[in-house]
């Protein structure tokens, strides 16, 4: 199983990028999939999550701003995020949780990108 995150930048404080995490060898449209983020010196945390049947969750610190969405057909899934602040640079990792197309034996597991890095300036 890959990840392959981007979209990561430098904004201003209001502005907007939309993170990717393209997924290959794993079953994605039964996969639960989300971000998590981590400032310097902070512990990771987790920003938003989608699962398998659609249902969302958002952190407080991102809800209205933020949106997690998924493109089956091109194994990809997305956060959107607005009116960024600068409490909001990090680097940005996405996971999937499923199922690989080879050796997984049908068991699910966690896979992690590789992290994108996301910075806010006043």
């Known amino acids: 199983v890959q990840l392959q995150a981007s979209g990561g930048g430098l904004v201003q404080a209001g502005g907007s990028l939309r993170l990717s995490c393209a997924a290959s060898?794993?079953?994605?449209?039964?996969?639960?999939l989300g971000w998590y983020r981590q400032a310097p010196g902070k512990q990771r945390e987790l920003v938003a999550t989608?699962?398998?049947?659609?249902?969302?969750t958002y952190a407080d610190f991102v809800k209205g701003r933020f949106t997690i969405s998924r493109d089956g057909a091109k194994n990809t899934a997305y956060l959107q995020m607005d009116n960024l602040k600068p409490e909001d640079t990090a680097v940005y990792y996405c996971?999937?949780?499923?199922?690989?197309?080879?050796?997984?034996?049908?068991?699910?597991?966690?896979?992690w990108g590789q992290g994108t890095q996301v910075t806010v300036s006043s």
């Open positions: 060898g794993i079953f994605f449209s039964m996969a639960d």
């Open positions: 989608l699962t398998f049947r659609d249902l969302t």
């Open positions: 996971y999937v949780e499923g199922i690989a197309t080879t050796g997984s034996g049908g068991q699910r597991s966690v896979y």
